[in-house]
């Protein structure tokens, strides 16, 4: 097959490489290497305090007391497990918060409609229950018309049922988005539901990584969902009880 050379390489949405981080001369994170695609959606998982968080403010430009190299695009937007609202200031002037220019209105309700949550435009962040918070926090997101979206374990602090709504919402807003999505999450079902790709972070590397091959919407029954659910569980150090692995 001819190569030809002058065709220009397809830039990743992000590209990282021989990145360390430490703290007090401890390597949290240690000539790590990631690339994500344009317009893929990669889960990262790992064990409490391997780095994932470290990671995510890096590739956020939040941290820059690196070493490596560190390619992202310029809109890129951030969402955390706490919805950081201002309580002084209703919803729909807390999405357009810290957003350059003098952006109208129209533009936080856009994003409130995406994410359901339009008819909470003039509501105080302090009336909102758990995962309308996290909604405005997804609008705030999205406003920035990120082609990276960053999420810190978003669902974390959510109920079951709300969890559930919130992840659905996430995969709807990366379909018709199309940007490419870092999420961090502890839930390994969470992962496999919604990403392309899922990473492990171990030893201030990525130790794994695993192809979500299936079709979309995910079946949870499906026996290969069980399939890669037990693998990476076993990647974790966390034995899949016989009902999970059956
Ligand atoms: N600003 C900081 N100063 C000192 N240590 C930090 C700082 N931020 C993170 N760490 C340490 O780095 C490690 C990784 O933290 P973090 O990235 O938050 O983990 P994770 O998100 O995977 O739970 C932890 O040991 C944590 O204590
Ligand atoms: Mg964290």
Do not use: Y
């Not at 969402?79 to 002084?88: E, I, N, S, V």
């Not at 909102?128 to 374990?153: C, F, N």
């Not at 972070?201 to 192809?211: F, L, S, T, W």
Request: contains cysteine.
């Amino acid at each position: 097959m001819a190569t030809d050379v002058h065709r220009p390489v397809t830039p990743q949405a992000v590209h990282v490489e021989r990145l360390t981080r430490s703290f007090d001369g401890r390597a949290v994170i240690d000539d790590l290497r990631l690339d994500v695609r344009p317009g893929e959606f990669v889960a990262l998982l790992g064990r409490s305090g391997c780095g994932k968080s470290t990671l995510l403010r890096i590739l956020a430009g939040l941290d820059r007391d690196i070493e490596g190299t560190v390619l992202v695009p310029r809109r890129k937007a951030v969402a955390f497990q706490a919805p950081r609202l201002m309580p002084w200031k209703k919803v729909w002037r807390n999405v357009l918060l810290g957003l350059p220019g003098k952006p109208e209105r129209a533009v936080a309700e856009q994003a409130l409609d995406e994410v359901g949550l339009g008819h909470r435009s003039d509501a105080w962040p302090k009336t909102l229950s758990g995962g309308e918070a996290q909604r405005a926090s997804l609008a705030r997101a999205l406003v920035r018309e990120p082609d990276l979206l960053l999420l810190d374990e978003p669902f974390g602090a959510l109920d079951a049922l709300t969890r559930i709504k919130a992840q659905r919402l996430v995969g709807e807003l990366w379909q018709r988005r199309g940007c490419a999505v870092l999420l961090v999450t502890h839930d390994v079902e969470e992962a496999v539901l919604l990403a392309d790709r899922v990473l492990v972070m171990d030893g201030g590397v990525i130790a794994h990584e695993q192809r979500v091959g299936l079709e979309r919407p995910r079946d949870i029954t499906d026996p290969r969902f069980a399939a890669l659910r037990a693998g990476l569980l076993e990647r974790l150090g966390v034995e899949a009880t016989a009902a999970e692995a059956a």
